[in-house]
T-cell receptor, first 115, second 114 residues
């Protein structure tokens, strides 16, 4: 039972345009969400996170939006750059306040930025 | 900045052998997590330790055990290896001094069981 779902295995976007990666979750206990970026042969790299008390968090070119009623979040990358080509994982946690709970990951979306 | 260090990076074992993976967290991080990522799969949480005590347990097989030592490094011990144990094993670390569960990952150990 996949509690975090990324329904697009891959996404191709032209350089300079906006990339939008989507993520849905089913577990109502999740209240902290993170996006990770992964290159081949490397570990996931933390990008940005959002707590359920917010609906938006922005960090440079990356913005995460959370729609708690729809159990949906999205990562926007503007403008997209060639170095953004990677696999992006959505992850969720039920303990935002410094707990040691493991993260539940989606299956990832492979973002390809076309020159 | 120092990152999470995992060793070895690659490991080849035969069925029924044992393996030990090591993880050195970011300095001053007090929590360590282990994940398993099979081919084409998402990382699956195995187990975590906070201040040398087991904190949370995920889908870790009974054949696996782990511990966190006084210097905060952690080891994942895997016995009676099976072909299905072939995967990438990630370690991550975090600190409760920052009120966010942001986990920082190492580069992983690729285990191949033949």
């Amino acid at each position: 039972d996949q509690q975090v779902k990324q329904n697009s295995p891959s996404l191709s976007v032209q350089e300079g345009r906006i990339s939008i990666l989507n993520c849905d979750y089913t577990n109502s206990m999740f209240d902290y969400f993170l996006w990770y970026k992964k290159y081949p042969a490397e570990g996931p790299t933390f990008l940005i996170s959002i707590s359920s008390i917010k609906d938006k968090n922005e960090d440079g070119r990356f913005t995460v939006f959370l729609n708690k009623s729809a159990k949906h979040l999205s990562l926007h990358i503007v403008p997209s750059q060639p170095g953004d080509s990677a696999v992006y994982f959505c992850a969720a946690s039920a303990l935002p306040g410094g707990g040691a709970d493991g993260l539940t990951f989606g299956k990832g979306t492979h973002l390809i930025i076309q020159p | 900045a120092a990152g999470v260090i995992q060793s070895p990076r690659h490991l080849i074992k035969e069925k029924r052998e044992t393996a030990t993976l090591k993880c050195y967290p970011i300095p001053r991080h007090d929590t360590v997590y282990w994940y398993q990522q099979g081919p084409g799969q998402d990382p699956q949480f195995l187990i975590s330790f906070y201040e040398k005590m087991q904190s949370d347990k995920g889908s870790i097989p009974d054949r696996f055990s782990a511990q966190q030592f006084s210097d905060y490094h952690s080891e994942l011990n895997m016995s009676s290896l099976e072909l299905g144990d072939s995967a990438l094993y990630f370690c991550a670390s975090s600190t409760r001094q920052i009120a966010k569960n942001i986990q920082y990952f190492g580069a992983g150990t690729r285990l191949s069981v033949l």
